[in-house]
Nanobody, 124 residues
Framework: QVRLVESGGGLVQAGGSLRLSCAAS????????MGWFRQAPGKEREFVAA????????YYVDSVKGRFTISRDNAKNTVYLQMNSLKPEDTAVYYC?????????????????WGQGTRVTVSS
């Protein structure tokens, strides 16, 4: 049973930073890609960032490029999302997710496992 547990959310002022973590268990973490998604109030869940199994390949939605960084530590079975220069429009519940393969993907339907989410609120 794959389990994903996010942490690191909270309330921050615009321009501030947060680092989200997602601890994975239940299978060989280093063999699989990982992704972050978010869902703002009243909106659909959207892709934020993804990373392949080794960390050598990453991809971001345009709205976070240059501000967010996804990374992973395979020794700690953890994926991170460093969020800098936060904006009020980044306010959302952020979800960690894992597909059942090693290459990164932006397609939410390809992600088989999901965490419970961590809330990020950016005040103006």
């Amino acid at each position: 049973q794959v389990r994903l547990v996010e942490s690191g959310g909270g309330l921050v002022q615009a321009g501030g930073s947060l680092r989200l973590s997602c601890a994975a268990s239940g299978r060989t973490f280093s063999s699989y890609a990982m992704g972050w998604f978010r869902q703002a109030p009243g909106k659909e869940r959207e892709f934020v960032a993804a990373i392949n199994w080794s960390g050598g390949s990453t991809y971001y939605v345009d709205s976070v490029k240059g501000r967010f960084t996804i990374s992973r530590d395979n020794a700690k079975n953890t994926v991170y999302l460093q969020m800098n220069s936060l904006k009020p429009e980044d306010t959302a519940v952020y979800y960690c997710a894992a597909p059942d393969f090693s290459d990164l993907t932006i397609d939410a339907l390809s992600y088989e496992f999901w965490g419970q989410g961590t809330r990020v609120t950016v005040s103006s």
